[in-house]
């Protein structure tokens, strides 16, 4: 009888061993397999792009804005800024997104760029604006004419 509790006792304590073997496997293949996961990035904070509010008052005392409502383009205005930013004395350049729900006020059907409030301004399409000291000093709208003067900017 006693030699018969003592097998019982370690086919059941093989068991127990046995299954906290497996999940121990199991866990380690799972935790391994996450830690490769390409696709977990380190949150980063980025200032290049701001809210319509904020076009005026920005530093340095010039720089462009680029205020973009077709996100089709934007990846080929940020070709053109990422090798403008590269040049000698290049401006600083910030972004807007009007699709923004902070920027989706200022959408409106005609441009209203020369203004006094900030409040007043209001872009049509994708707008590419000079500003110096507080003003908006000139602009290109449409993505052809911004296109041109991004081309300028790179040369």
Do not use: C, H, W
Not at 22 to 27: A, E, N, Q, R, S
Not at 32 to 58: G, T
């Amino acid at each position: 009888m006693e030699q018969k509790e003592i097998k019982n006792m370690l086919i059941i304590l093989g068991s127990v061993v046995l299954l906290v073997l497996v999940f121990f496997f199991i866990t380690s293949f799972v935790v391994e397999k996450k830690q490769k996961d390409p696709l977990i990035l380190q949150p980063a904070i980025q200032y290049d792009e701001i809210l319509v509010n904020s076009i005026l008052n920005r530093s340095p005392e010039k720089y462009y804005v680029l205020v973009a409502k077709n996100m089709d383009n934007t990846n080929l205005y940020n070709a053109y800024i990422q090798i403008a930013k590269t040049k000698e004395n290049a401006l600083k350049i910030y972004t807007v997104n009007l699709e923004n729900a902070f920027n989706i006020d200022f959408l409106k059907e005609t441009s209203n760029l020369s203004i006094d409030n900030i409040n007043e301004i209001a872009f049509s399409e994708d707008t590419l604006i000079l500003v110096e000291k507080g003003k908006i000093i000139n602009s290109f709208e449409g993505r052809e004419d911004i296109l041109k003067q991004l081309e300028v900017m790179v040369k």
